[in-house]
């Protein structure tokens, strides 16, 4: 899409840097040193050349930046201050948060603008997207008056399940045009695509689920076009409710 894009993976799991083709277990700074002050933001952003985007990496050591944190006044804000070096260089950046909502999430509900909400239409999904609205609700109030909802993409999508047709409808009445149109099937080559290491373009292309992911990136750039530096939370309510 030409887009100059940073990928933030905040996630101790590091599913992002590896699904990007950066061994995690081969990192000299992360996301962890980033929060933690040892580095600066520049300093630890590496290129996912197979991706063709910059990432912040993240491995295990993250888990223990939460405890770090925990002493340290506005301990929320550590995300926001280090992005500010870097957030004119891109045109979006695109935070990965962990699948609970702890101090992690919490520094990327704080820095951003947006959220944008992946989930399976199933039941307990509902559920983990009622306490992640409350989660946002609170960081609106106390830290982030500026964030906002800034859609829910429907992933693992088959339109042949019943439940699924009827949590879809439910998300269509409450959200409207929050909604975004392109949904994600399910599809075994984006399933295969992480055990290579490689973002599901660079691995087949033409799959339906790359194809679906071409148009989810089109529709999010005719909605948020022109907002220079758009930080967007992405977080999975089906890693939330496990």
Do not use: W
Request: aromatic share 6%.
């Amino acid at each position: 899409m030409k887009r100059k894009v940073l990928v933030i993976d905040l996630d101790p799991q590091g599913n992002a840097t590896m699904g990007s083709g950066v061994d995690k277990s081969a990192l000299e700074l992360s996301a962890y040193d980033v929060l933690t002050g040892k580095c600066q933001c520049s300093t630890a952003i590496v290129k996912s050349e197979s991706a063709g985007y910059d990432l912040l990496p993240a491995n295990g050591n993250l888990t223990s930046a939460e405890s770090e944190l925990l002493g340290i006044k506005l301990k929320e804000h550590r995300l926001q201050y280090a992005l500010a070096e870097v957030q004119e260089n891109y045109d979006y950046i695109f935070i990965d948060c962990p699948p609970s909502l702890n101090m992690l999430t919490v520094n990327a509900l704080t820095a951003a603008h947006k959220t944008l909400i992946p989930m399976q239409c199933e039941y307990y999904a509902l559920e983990g997207l009622a306490d992640l609205l409350e989660t946002i609700s609170q960081i609106q109030k106390v830290v982030n008056p500026g964030l906002e909802i800034g859609g829910l993409v429907r992933t693992m999508y088959d339109p042949r399940n019943t439940l699924t047709n009827d949590v879809s409808d439910q998300l269509k009445e409450y959200f409207g045009d929050k909604l975004y149109s392109a949904v994600i099937p399910r599809n075994v080559r984006l399933a295969e695509a992480p055990s290579y290491g490689m973002p599901a373009l660079q691995y087949d292309k033409q799959s339906r689920g790359a194809l679906a992911y071409l148009a989810l990136a089109g529709e999010f750039i005719r909605r948020n076009e022109g907002e220079k530096a758009d930080i967007t939370v992405l977080h999975d309510i089906h890693k939330v409710t496990g």
